[in-house]
């Protein structure tokens, strides 16, 4: 169909890619392809944007590189409704403290820096499992999902933006990290929505019905 809608789930060898696209392809309506790709021409043709990862921030930006894939990526960023998930939230900031200091796509100003604990031995690291995520502003990806629903984890370093006006969500975990960051047409998440059940289900219905305004 010529009005089909597109969906890119960006593929730079460090997603949970298979699961990420089962969960959009769950969330989709018949009007609505997934695609699976490394192309940039995938990238800049698609309507809408999901760019997972996982692993260490030195490692996705090696291999976002290798790919030859960032200038479509920025401009994918900047254009049109895009979900970063878990490392595709961190690798949007400026900075990574993860293998002794990397520097990301600097898409959005601020940091990535390691869970402090000291004050909380009873905490583990990695930060894994269900935790509540509490939406500090009412945005398009948040329709339907309940405050402080519960989603799941998998990480050692969180996100600190250097505008705090961007933070779209916050968790706790011995202290208060941001969880969610929007900003225009970009939304980006710490959990892994692919795997919260319907609170995740229902964040990929809303990024596929959510125009970027």
Same mark, same amino acid.
Request: with cysteine; charged share 20%.
């Given at each position: 169909m010529a009005d089909q809608k597109l969906v890119t789930v960006i593929d730079y060898g460090m997603g949970n890619l298979r699961s990420v696209a089962k969960a959009a392809e769950h969330a989709a309506d018949s009007n609505t392809r997934i695609c699976i790709s490394d192309k940039a021409e995938d990238i800049l043709s698609a309507d809408a944007i999901i760019f997972?990862?996982?692993?260490?921030? &030195?490692?996705?930006?090696? +291999?976002?590189? @290798?790919?030859?894939?960032? $200038?479509?990526?920025?401009?994918?960023?900047?254009?049109?409704?895009?979900?970063?998930i878990c490392m595709g939230l961190q690798v949007l900031m400026t900075?990574?403290?993860?293998?002794?200091?990397?520097?990301?796509?600097?898409?959005?100003?601020?940091?990535?820096? &390691?869970?402090?604990?000291? +004050?909380?031995? @009873?905490?583990?690291?990695? $930060?894994?499992?269900?935790?509540?995520?509490?939406?500090?502003i009412d945005h398009p990806l948040w329709h339907n999902i309940e405050q402080n629903s519960r989603f799941y984890f998998v990480h050692s370093y969180f996100v600190s933006p250097h505008d705090k006006q961007?933070?779209?969500?916050?968790?706790t975990h011995g202290n208060r990290f941001t969880s969610a960051i929007a900003q225009n047409n970009l939304f980006a998440i710490q959990a892994h929505p692919e795997k919260s059940a319907d609170a995740g289900i229902q964040l990929f219905k809303n990024l596929l019905n959510w125009n970027g305004q």
């Open positions: 997972p990862g996982q692993g260490a921030a &030195k490692a996705c930006m090696k +291999a976002l590189n @290798e790919t030859n894939i960032i $200038h479509a990526l920025t401009q994918a960023a900047a254009e049109k409704p895009f979900l970063g900075h990574s403290q993860e293998n002794e200091g990397v520097d990301c796509l600097d898409i959005l100003k601020g940091d990535v820096q &390691k869970f402090d604990l000291s +004050a909380h031995p @009873e905490l583990k690291m990695p $930060h894994m499992g269900w935790n509540q995520i509490h939406q500090t961007i933070i779209a969500g916050e968790t």
